[in-house]
């Protein structure tokens, strides 16, 4: 069974950075996909961000720019930097790896963007 840990939410100020790590139990390269979504209260979960096994990396508008997905293939571990957070990107971050007929989510991790 695979699993994916992740780490580093915390309370940060508007305009503050955070880096989320998600670190998986086998290689990245099995996967598909790999990418971070996250859900806010009362709003349905959202992508992120999402790493194409084939090279390109997909953003949501809200996070270009700010935001970026960095992979550490001899750790099996991918990390989201988050920079210039706003406080509407509260929200409980989840790291998510696919491969054909197979989907697989951490337990999440809150980000919380207040002064």
Not at 13 to 22: I, M, N, Y
Not at 24 to 46: D, L
Not at 99 to 110: A, F, I, L, P, S
Request: with cysteine.
């Amino acid at each position: 069974q695979v699993q994916l840990v992740e780490s580093g939410g915390g309370l940060v100020q508007p305009g503050g950075s955070l880096r989320l790590s998600c670190a998986a139990s086998e290689s990245i390269f099995s996967f598909n996909t790999m990418g971070w979504y996250r859900q806010a209260p009362g709003k349905q979960r959202e992508l992120v961000c999402t790493w194409l096994r084939w090279g390109s990396t997909v953003y949501a508008d809200s996070v270009k720019g700010r935001f970026t997905s960095i992979r550490d293939n001899a750790k099996n571990t991918v990390y989201l930097q988050m920079n210039s957070l706003k406080p509407e990107d509260t929200a409980v971050y989840f790291c998510n790896a696919n491969r054909t007929n197979e989907d697989y989510w951490g337990q999440g991790t809150q980000v919380t963007v207040s002064s």
